[in-house]
């Protein structure tokens, strides 16, 4: 039923959105340069590699020494709004109607992060992550990783078409008030380290 509702309401929002993501694909070539799309590799469920594809909103801006400057000075403003409003996330829409994505679920992070979960905290990888999730809609980026983990693992333990129907409602609501979006300090979220004694 889950995967279902996925199909339906992802290629009937692609469709829908037409437009729009073309006018979007429009304004990130002009504003960020081309590739326009940030494209990644990230687990998917059980751990299982993807690619991820999303809306680039950085720069590829180097130091004197060659190096990637930090995020907070690649992101633009344009950038910055693209993520406040998850219009970056939309292409990901993409990834859900291949089967790699839900449009609910805990979000995709770094493949790196794989050996530093707990065996609790990888139990997030039991569900296809998602566009949106259950630690999105309640503190997104501005979580400390244990909470973020915590409600990724009440999700898996609690997910059910009603619930995914709550969480994408939230979502339209945060994203209207734009809460959330990065952590104090931090452009996006900080890296995680593992789970240090």
Not at 73 to 99: H, I, K, Y
Not at 151 to 162: G, P, Q, T
Not at 169 to 181: A, Y
Request: charged share 25%; glycine share 8%.
């Amino acid at each position: 039923m889950k995967r279902l509702f996925d199909l339906l309401l992802s290629f009937g929002l692609l469709l829908a959105l037409a437009l729009p993501l073309l006018l979007l694909w429009g304004l990130v070539r002009c504003k960020l340069g081309s590739p326009v799309l940030f494209r990644q590799i990230r687990p998917g469920q059980h751990g299982r590699p993807f690619m991820m594809v999303k809306f680039r909103t950085m720069t590829d801006e180097r130091g004197a020494d060659g190096e990637l400057l930090p995020d907070v000075q690649r992101l633009t403003s344009f950038g910055r709004f693209l993520r406040a409003s998850s219009l970056d996330e939309l292409p990901e829409l993409w990834n859900v109607l291949r089967g790699e994505m839900s449009l609910v679920g805990p979000r995709p992070l770094l493949m790196e992060y794989l050996p530093l979960y707990s065996p609790e905290q990888a139990r997030r990888h039991e569900v296809r992550p998602g566009i949106t999730g259950w630690a999105q809609v309640n503190g997104r980026n501005a979580l400390s990783w244990e909470e973020r983990f915590k409600l990724d693992i009440w999700y898996v333990d609690h997910r059910s078409l009603w619930l995914d129907l709550r969480i994408l409602w939230l979502t339209v609501r945060k994203v209207i008030v734009r809460e959330g979006i990065s952590a104090q300090g931090e452009a996006t979220m900080p890296r995680f380290t593992g789970n240090k004694p």
